[in-house]
Every structure is written in structure tokens, then in C-alpha cells.
């Protein structure tokens, strides 16, 4: 139980943060609560039982981030597996959702390192690139671009209230990438060539939260600014997203957090609205880069229902 707890308040609190990280902790979990119940049960136990207990930690596990797709997604996936497994005897249905875990944490892996290598590609020499908050994917894009030989710059946000960005230009300066910082209100004005022809950019790269079936994409907010700044002066946006971030309803909610992460003893009566995502327009990307290559926004919807029919199945019923 107490694995259970601190894990959720740790996803809850953003001390595990980013969709990657927040899929693979909830698959951990899983694991662990997998053979924790199968033990304590007893081989004799009904199969009910078990399902149960999986059902109710998977539940728990979807309200911790109800905006991320990539971890409802893959969630809502162990649940089908215990509906199709519920008449297996418990042996066989623990062994059932064992490999489902195994399968999806390296499923995820490998779409990862594909994303990675597609991205890296886009690199080029002498490129001034530009990027917000932390993505893991933009960071092993940018990484492995480095490790390759090639010679570039990075410039990125600090990424208010929680400072993400921070984490980005830590994990980039130690694998010796040169990396420049701007408060997330001159972020704009640096990529546009008002700033000046030695700030202009060449390439913008952002993570994603979410993609929609229209090539849209949920992203930390900032993003859109950036975005639309992109676009006026035309420096190509590529998103890095893995695409079982694929939102399939299309009506992700944006999440607002507490007043407090901005100003912890604001003045009374003070309202503060703390938007956590924004919404990108699909006209302003150039390209997603998936494990599936390079697409258009236009191209999200058939590559999903191409490659992972399953997300777009009724199955996702299971998550209430």
C-alpha cells in the first residue's frame, strides 16, 4: 500500500513529470501490485478478486493525470486485458497481465528511441534550435544529434512557474551542448527577427502532452506563443511525439493548478488563473516526428488507425 500512496502523490505533486515518465512509473507500479496481489491471494483465490484489486489500482492511477494520453492510454489497455482475461484461472491471468506490462513498457521504450532517431535527423550543422519546458524525446533528439558529430546550439525557456526548463539546460550542459536561457515572456521576440540576425532560429522543436485527430497538440503552456511565432516567421516547428499520446476524443480539458504554484501568499482578493497546457494549431507545424517517421499533422488520424487500431476501439469505455 505504501508503494501505491507514494507513487500516486508523486505523479500527483509533478515530482514524476513528463508522459514517459508518468507511463513507465504507472506501469512499475502495476508490476509491483501485480505480484503483490497475486501472492497475497493465494493461487485458490477467484480471479474476481484479483481483477478487482488490478481495476481499482489502474482507476487510481488514471485520476493522478487525467490529461496525459500516453499513460490513460496505456492503463486503459491492462484494463481490456483483465476484461478478456476474466474467466482465466488466476495463475494464468496474472502470467496475462505480467506480459501486457512488459509488452507496453517496451513498446513505449522502442517507439521512443525511434522518435529519437527520426528527430535527430532534422539537426544540422551550425543550427540555432529552440525549445520549451522538458521533453525527454527532445532531449535524446538533441543528445544523440550531438553524440553524431554535429555542431549546434540550443535555446530554451525557463519554463514558469515549476521551471522545467532548468532540468533541460542541466541535462544538455552535462552532455557539453551549448545552451542559452530566456525568461518564457522573450521567447517570442527571440525567434522572431525582430531579436536580431544573430538570435534567429532555424528550427524549433517541442514535446508533447497530447495529439489530437485533427494534428493538433497539447503541450505546456508557452507553447502556443512560441508556436504562432514560428509560424509568422516562418522557422519550421516539429513536434517530437510518440503516438500513443494520441488523444482519440479529441476534448482534452487543460488542466489549471493551483493559484499558489505562481504566487504563494498573493494578495487577497487577487484571482490568478494557472493554465498548465496550451493547445497548438496544426497549421503551425511543419512535421510530427513519430516511430513511424516524419508526418503532416493532416497524416495523425490514418497513421494511428494504421498502426494501432486498438486506440480507436470501444474499449476505452473501460476507463470509467
Known sequence: MLKLQTTLEKIKKLQIQGANAIAMASLSLLEHENMETFENMGVKSLSIRYIKKMKQTVKLLLQT??????????????????????????????????????????????????????????????NN??????????????????????????????????????????????????????????????????????????????????????GSVINKIGSYGIASSAYLNKIPLYI????????????????????????PRKPKGLKIINFAFDKIPAKYIKGIITEFGIIKPVQVKATVKKHYPWLTTNYFELRN
Request: positive net charge.
Open 65 to 126: 493525470r487525467p490529461t496525459e494520453p500516453l499513460n490513460q492510454n496505456l492503463l486503459s489497455f491492462i484494463n481490456y486485458q483483465l476484461k478478456l482475461g476474466k474467466q482465466l484461472p488466476l495463475p494464468e491471468l496474472k502470467t496475462k497481465i505480467g506480459e501486457a506490462i512488459v509488452y507496453l513498457k517496451n513498446l513505449a521504450e522502442n517507439n521512443q528511441n525511434r522518435v529519437i532517431s527520426y528527430g535527430q535527423s532534422l539537426i544540422k550543422n551550425q
Open 129 to 214: 534550435i529552440f525549445t520549451h519546458c522538458h521533453s525527454s524525446s527532445v532531449e535524446k533528439i538533441l543528445v544523440k544529434a550531438k553524440k553524431s558529430g554535429k555542431k549546434f546550439q540550443v535555446f530554451n525557456t525557463e519554463t514558469r512557474p515549476l521551471f522545467q526548463g532548468r532540468k533541460t539546460a542541466k541535462n544538455l550542459l552535462q552532455e557539453k551542448i551549448k545552451v542559452t536561457m530566456v525568461a518564457d515572456s522573450a521567447a517570442g521576440f527571440l525567434i522572431s527577427d525582430a531579436s536580431g540576425k544573430d538570435l534567429m532560429m532555424d528550427l524549433v522543436i517541442l514535446g508533447a502532452d497530447a495529439v489530437l485527430p485533427n
Open 240 to 263: 517530437a511525439c510518440n503516438l500513443l499520446k494520441y488523444d482519440v476524443d479529441g476534448i482534452i480539458t487543460i488542466e489549471i493548478r493551483a493559484e499558489e504554484e505562481i504566487w
